[in-house]
C-alpha cells in the first residue's frame, strides 16, 4: 500500500519547479532494471500487478523484493495515476541524484568529455547522454540556462545512459579552467565550422560543447573555443538536430580514424 505522502511526493517529481531536491522520477521496465545496476540509491519502488504479467516484469519485481529496498505496492489504475507516461509498464521508483563533480574526475590518456550550453530540450539531452554512453564518453556537463537531466523526459530519452554516465551542473568558468589547467582541447560544435574527420584527437583530452538550437552557443563559450567544427552536408538541409549533430561529431572525434 502507498502512502499519502508518497503519493504528493512522486507527483512533484513530474516537473522541476516542484520536484524535491536531490531525488528524481524513474518509470517503466527497462529504465528501473538500468537504475538497479547502478550505483545510484533508490529511495522508493512502486509496483502495480501489470509488472508480474511477463517474465521480464516478473523477474524485476523479484529483484526489487530481494533487495529489501522500500517497496510500495498499487493496483494498476492507481500506477496509471501517478505515472507521467501514458502507458505504464506497472513500476516506477525514486531514486537519489548523484553528486557529481568535475574536480572528481581523474582524467586519463584520451579522456572525452560533452558540454551542453543552455540545451532546453529535455528529449535531445537524454538522446545525447544516450550516444555518450554508447560512444565511450567519460564526463558530461550541463551549464547553467540548460535543461534539467534528471526531469523525467531526459531520463527516458536517455534510456538509462544518464545513470552511468557522470553529468554535473557546473559554471563555465569553472569548466574552462578545468579544461585549460590539464590541456583539454576545447572543440565547439558550429554550423559553419570547419568539417571535422575522424583521426584529428590523437590521445590528447578534449571536450565537445554543443550549443542551444535556436542560439548557438554563447558568447562566453564561443570566445573559449580552441577550434569550431562541423559536418559538411551534402543535401539541401543547411543545419541538423542538436542531438543528431552531436553523435555525428563524437563518432568523428572518438571513433577510429581506420575504419570507414
Request: hydrophobic share 40%; aromatic share 4%.
Amino acid at each position: 500500500m502507498i502512502t499519502r505522502n508518497q503519493v504528493k511526493r512522486i507527483n512533484r517529481l513530474k516537473t522541476r519547479k516542484r520536484r524535491d531536491e536531490g531525488v528524481f522520477l524513474v518509470e517503466g521496465v527497462r529504465l528501473v532494471e538500468e537504475l538497479l545496476d547502478s550505483e545510484l540509491q533508490v529511495e522508493l519502488a512502486v509496483v502495480a500487478p501489470s509488472l508480474v504479467r511477463v517474465e521480464r516484469g516478473a523477474q524485476l519485481a523479484k529483484t526489487i523484493r530481494d533487495s529489501g529496498m522500500q517497496l510500495a505496492e498499487v493496483t494498476d489504475s492507481e500506477l496509471s495515476e501517478l505515472a507521467d507516461t501514458e502507458t505504464p509498464q506497472g513500476v516506477l521508483a525514486i531514486a537519489r541524484e548523484p553528486s557529481w563533480e568535475l574536480a572528481n574526475l581523474q582524467p586519463g590518456d584520451r579522456t572525452a568529455m560533452l558540454v551542453y550550453d543552455r540545451l532546453t530540450d529535455p528529449g535531445n539531452l537524454g538522446t545525447l547522454m544516450r550516444t555518450a554512453h554508447a560512444l565511450g564518453v567519460d564526463w558530461c556537463v550541463a551549464l547553467p540556462g540548460s535543461v534539467d537531466p534528471w526531469s523525467p523526459k531526459a531520463v527516458r530519452a536517455s534510456a538509462g545512459s544518464v545513470f552511468h554516465v557522470p553529468v554535473s551542473r557546473e559554471p563555465w568558468p569553472e569548466v574552462m579552467n578545468w579544461l585549460r589547467e590539464r590541456d583539454f582541447t576545447i572543440f565547439c560544435a558550429d554550423p559553419g565550422g570547419e568539417p571535422v574527420t575522424r583521426g584529428v584527437v590523437r590521445g590528447e583530452g578534449f571536450a565537445l560543447v554543443l550549443g542551444n538550437e535556436p542560439s548557438g552557443l554563447s558568447e562566453e563559450v564561443r570566445n573559449a573555443c580552441d577550434a569550431r567544427i562541423g559536418i559538411h552536408l551534402s543535401g539541401k538541409m543547411d543545419s541538423l538536430n542538436v542531438a543528431t549533430a552531436g553523435a555525428l561529431l563524437l563518432d568523428r572525434l572518438i571513433g577510429d580514424p581506420d575504419r570507414s
